[in-house]
């Protein structure tokens, strides 16, 4: 659509959503050259209408989609009717990172989608496309609002670079199993990439998806002449383009950027040669973050130790709200081979419905290693699966009517996996034949609402053998039956075992091996104990799971015992360790006691620089993804805060490196990227004059004039923009201002920074801070 309203009259900074409001006319003839080339369904010209950024426009988000749904119907009405033709209201970014990225929480996104939900069906859309999400988070909030609040069909696609990630490090594995869990009812990429770099993720959620998968992909990488994007790939290039797609498995297709009624026609007129190929893939229990998935399809360790039952340290944290404690809990699992961490909040005084999600929201904020959400409280359960973000485990549901009728509902609204306890309104039975009946009928209801049996993990519950020694092997045996008779997997809490007897471990590490033997798939632990995560390693060697012993040789050939041993209570952490685990408080403390026998210099030159430097490394090189590296920036800021603090007490110099404007050009309202290189610039030291976004050239000229400044950094999401920039660098020239100018963007290029007369061209955050480096 926006290449379009470009060729039809659509000005350099005019808001294409207005524009089209304005000219219904040419918004007709648009989509009746995309229907008369053989479209079966035309997008609304709404993919930006929404409250934030038609604020101050002068028009409501109401009566924008109202347009623009009215006009789209009209052309269908013109056009032959000897195919069907469909409505999609479409619906893009806000514009603005949710927490803990950004500042837009995601309840707020969730209402902002809603609003643009609700109208569009009022308006009477046939269907909702939530399209070019770079944030898995954010696609969560769209989706949700547009099924909780319509009857409408929700088709979601998201885009990713080359490097087979969305900008905000969600993988397409991710994606499917999260945004598919929710229901929608078809999945896929759009925008980003041509053909030929965008279908190697094409596979990937062709191979994963079991609904229909859609692809729309530009044509081809964009050149950027004299402001415009131009487009280099043809109508025939594209549909061989397409041919690839529909061979891999995708069923539905349509172009982004730079295609054209052409482009859709070519790819119509030889429909009848693109043969609809069904996924054979089987179906695989995924849980993840946005960057990281785990496919549970042998044993897998799951950290036990966030649960306050039994640990003070942790009952303690949750009243009181020590969440560095709960980060360094969490951590030193994970460092220690957890690859699932339970999460429990679970205490007589706590509002579990509050705390779980705001626990679920600091830990995911830290590490991307997939959570179980763990509560006996339905409200505690629904608030962890809505605020998520990613595709979990509910712990758990049990053989109770009522907890079958409460929990299940929900396990498949989230689209979640599920742990099943062998209990019902009898207790636990004391045989396995027992609990295997009560395993039967959980599986049983769980597939009458939808729930896949490989999403279904049975616990057959330990007891301990110091009260009940008879039924230790009944639980043994009870996963044998379950593994084999029902063809689900199993869950256990393995340390339950030896509560009430001394030398635990002993006990630990034997019944380990025997559920694990007996076909237990995820074992809840204490990763802490050494010897039980050998156990898994070498059951993963000899059961030939891990092929050619790889893992095993590598984690342990340099060393008999690599395990890293819990550092909760350890007082010599180093600040740079602080940092990379975004513990802020901690930083406060550390950074104030370096400052009794250090320089402040030497803390910022000596530790908090270089030790940015390395987190920037392990971001370029996908160690680390943007919502890491955005805790870590924080985290420096509060070392920083405290630095300037006491300079400013001392009346000693400050800390500045040097003066920088940053600014969203006029026109362009996307400020996203310019914001993350504010944070990073000033974790660097340097003062930031951050101007906005939209902003006219003539101020940017002003402050820089002002303050006299030595570097300005512009930036430019879209191609109807780039020209200000352009603009804005020939004024600052012209106004004598030697300030060096870089420029960065989606849609710009090293090339096109050379053109316009920028200094430098900065492809994100790290580098800008490189080139800022060169000039102070």
């Avoid at 009477?124 to 898995?136: F, Q, R, S, V």
């Avoid at 402001?227 to 529909?246: I, L, P, R, T």
Wanted: overall charge negative.
């Amino acid at each position: 659509m926006g290449t379009m309203l470009q060729k039809n009259g659509l000005q350099m900074g005019e808001n294409p959503e207005i524009f089209g409001f304005k000219n219904p006319d040419i918004l007709i003839d648009i989509h009746k050259s995309y229907l008369e080339a053989g479209s079966n369904v035309v997008t609304t010209n709404t993919f930006g209408a929404n409250e934030i950024k038609l604020d101050k426009l002068g028009y409501t988000v109401e009566e924008v989609l109202d347009n623009a749904v009215s006009v789209a119907k009209k052309a269908i009405k013109m056009v032959d009717n000897s195919k069907p033709r469909y409505v999609a209201l479409d619906i893009g970014p806000i514009g603005e990172m949710l927490e803990p990225m950004g500042t837009l929480s995601f309840d707020k996104a969730y209402e902002i989608f809603k609003r643009q939900a609700i109208q569009g069906e009022k308006s009477g859309a046939d269907l909702i496309i939530i399209e070019t999400m770079m944030d898995l988070y954010e696609a969560k909030a769209a989706v949700l609002a547009a099924k909780e609040n319509t009857n409408l069909p929700v088709f979601c696609t998201m885009t990713f670079d080359e490097d087979g990630r969305s900008f905000t490090g969600c993988t397409p594995e991710s994606m499917v199993a999260t945004i598919e869990g929710l229901g929608v009812d078809a999945i896929g990429v759009n925008c980003s990439l041509g053909p030929k770099q965008l279908l190697p993720i094409v596979k990937i959620i062709t191979d994963r998806a079991n609904i229909p998968v859609i692809v729309q992909a530009n044509a081809g990488l964009p050149n950027i002449i004299d402001g415009k994007a131009y487009y280099d790939m043809n109508s025939e290039e594209f549909y061989q383009g397409v041919s690839k797609f529909v061979e891999s498995g995708a069923r539905i297709i349509g172009g982004c950027c730079g295609t054209n009624p052409e482009f859709i026609k070519e790819v119509s007129n030889n429909i009848e040669n693109l043969k609809i190929v069904k996924n054979k893939s089987k179906y695989r229990c995924t849980v993840c973050s946005p960057s990281k998935y785990i496919e549970i399809d042998g044993p897998t360790i799951m950290g036990e130790r966030l649960n306050p039952t039994g640990r003070k340290g942790l009952k303690d944290a949750l009243k009181n709200w020590n969440i560095d404690y709960i980060i360094n809990l969490a951590l030193e699992q994970i460092n220690s081979g957890a690859e699932i961490l339970n999460v429990n909040v679970g205490l007589p005084d706590i509002d579990e419905k509050l705390v779980m999600p705001k626990i679920v929201k600091e830990i995911q904020g830290i590490v991307d290693t997939p959570l179980q959400i763990d509560s006996s409280n339905i409200k505690a359960l629904e608030s962890g699966l809505r605020y998520y973000n990613g595709r979990t485990i509910v712990n758990s549901v049990n053989g109770k009517k009522e907890s079958l009728n409460m929990i299940l509902p929900l396990v498949k609204k989230y689209g979640a996996a599920v742990v099943g306890l062998t209990l019902d309104e009898n207790g636990i039975p004391s045989t396995a034949e027992g609990r295997f009946e009560i395993a039967k009928k959980i599986v049983e209801e769980a597939e009458h609402y939808g729930i896949r049996r490989e999403d279904i993990f049975i616990d057959c519950l330990s007891l301990t053998v110091s009260a009940q020694q008879s039924e230790a092997m009944e639980t043994i045996k009870a996963i044998k039956l379950v593994k084999e008779k029902l063809g689900v997997k199993t869950i256990l809490g393995v340390s339950n075992i030896s509560f009430g007897i001394p030398d635990r471990k002993n006990i630990n590490h034997t019944y380990l091996n025997l559920a694990l033997g007996a076909g237990l798939d995820i074992a809840i632990i204490n990763p802490n104990e050494s010897g039980m995560v050998e156990s898994i390693d070498a059951f993963r060697v000899i059961n030939n799971i891990d092929k050619g012993c790889i893992k095993y040789i590598n984690k342990y050939s340099s060393t008999s015992n690599s395990i890293v041993k819990s550092d909760t209570n350890n007082t010599t952490t180093s600040l740079n360790q602080i940092i990379e685990r975004g513990l802020k408080e901690e930083a406060k403390d550390k950074t104030l006691e370096l400052l009794q026998d250090n320089d402040a210099n030497y803390i910022l030159d000596e530790i908090l620089i270089p030790y940015l430097d390395i987190i920037g490394k392990k971001y370029d090189s996908g160690e680390i993804f943007l919502p890491q590296m955005i805790q870590c920036a924080e985290t420096v800021k509060v070392s920083l805060n405290v630095i300037k603090e006491k300079l400013i007490k001392e009346s000693n110099n400050n800390i500045s490196k040097g003066k920088i404007i940053v600014a969203t050009v006029q026109g362009d309202i996307h400020d996203i990227g310019k914001n993350i290189v504010k944070i990073m610039l000033e974790n660097y030291g340097y003062d930031v004059i951050d101007l906005g976004k939209d902003v006219p050239i003539e101020e940017v000229v002003l402050k820089a004039k002002e303050n006299d400044i030595k570097l300005v950094g512009l930036s430019a999401l879209m191609t109807t923009t780039v020209k200000s920039m352009e603009d804005t660098i020939k004024a600052l020239r012209e106004n004598n201002i030697e300030a060096k100018v870089f420029v960065g963007g989606a849609v710009l290029t090293e090339e096109y920074a050379k053109n316009i007369g920028a200094d430098y061209y900065s492809k994100d955050a790290k580098s800008a801070v490189e080139i800022a480096k060169l000039n102070f």
